[in-house]
T-cell receptor, first 115, second 114 residues
Framework: AQSVTQPDIHITVSEGASLELRCNYS??????LFWYVQSPGQGLQLLLK??????LVQGIKGFEAEFKRSQSSFNLRKPSVHWSDAAEYFC?????????????FGAGTQVVVTP | GAVVSQHPSWVICKSGTSVKIECRSL??????MFWYRQFPKQSLMLMAT?????????EQGVEKDKFLINHASLTLSTLTVTSAHPEDSSFYIC??????????FGQGTRLTVV
């Protein structure tokens, strides 16, 4: 069965420091992978996605993620965090063999940014 | 990018009443839409797949008679929470995929049943 694991429930990082959020997936077919960000009480905003090609994906707001098939990982990174990056981050896998656009989400990682 | 509009943003209803939530794709057509539910500080859980012109497909454990889904057109899906109870209070979010497989999300609806 498919699954998405975000090992870190909560991460605290200082403003200006680097950030890495981990995501591991299990899916029988070629994965379509996504990272979304959610501010409190809001919908989801897509940060970046991986469908195929270059395994290092650039997204919005200075985020990037690297797909590593051998490790079944799709970790999200940002070199220098801003206070506005405090939010909930969700990794998701597209269940392409089921229904186009259907997603399974990880549990999420809450990012707190300190001054 | 594509825009998905969800309405209302928040609603408070009395226990036992029904509430309808709308999800519209504003600038593209969506034969399929998805409804998710999110409890506080938890992840999004898929409730059902809304299919234009046919019945919705519900995930295991989701009561189809309580959560009625109607995909009336290529741009509109509605979720009706029937006979709502306090335990139905949650954040409901819809999404619609474009032809490339990217899912666009609505703003979400905060439902509070009192």
């Amino acid at each position: 069965a498919q699954s998405v694991t975000q090992p870190d429930i909560h991460i605290t990082v200082s403003e200006g420091a680097s950030l890495e959020l981990r995501c591991n997936y299990s899916y029988g077919a070629t994965p379509y992978l996504f990272w979304y960000v959610q501010s409190p009480g809001q919908g989801l905003q897509l940060l970046l996605k991986y469908f195929s090609g270059d395994t290092l994906v650039q997204g919005i707001k200075g985020f990037e993620a690297e797909f590593k098939r051998s490790q079944s990982s799709f970790n999200l990174r940002k070199p220098s965090v801003h206070w506005s990056d405090a939010a909930e981050y969700f990794c998701a896998v597209g269940l392409t063999t089921d229904s186009w656009g259907k997603l399974q989400f990880g549990a999420g990682t809450q990012v707190v940014v300190t001054p | 990018g594509a825009v998905v509009s969800q309405h209302p943003s928040w609603v408070i209803c009395k226990s036992g009443t029904s509430v309808k939530i709308e999800c519209r794709s504003l600038d593209f057509q969506a034969t399929t839409m998805f409804w998710y539910r999110q409890f506080p500080k938890q992840s999004l859980m898929l409730m059902a797949t809304s299919n234009e012109g046919s019945k919705a497909t519900y995930e295991q454990g989701v009561e189809k008679d309580k959560f009625l889904i109607n995909h009336a057109s290529l741009t509109l899906s509605t979720l009706t929470v029937t006979s709502a109870h306090p335990e139905d209070s949650s954040f409901y979010i819809c999404s619609a995929p474009d032809e490339g497989g990217e899912a666009f999300f609505g703003q979400g609806t905060r439902l509070t049943v009192v």
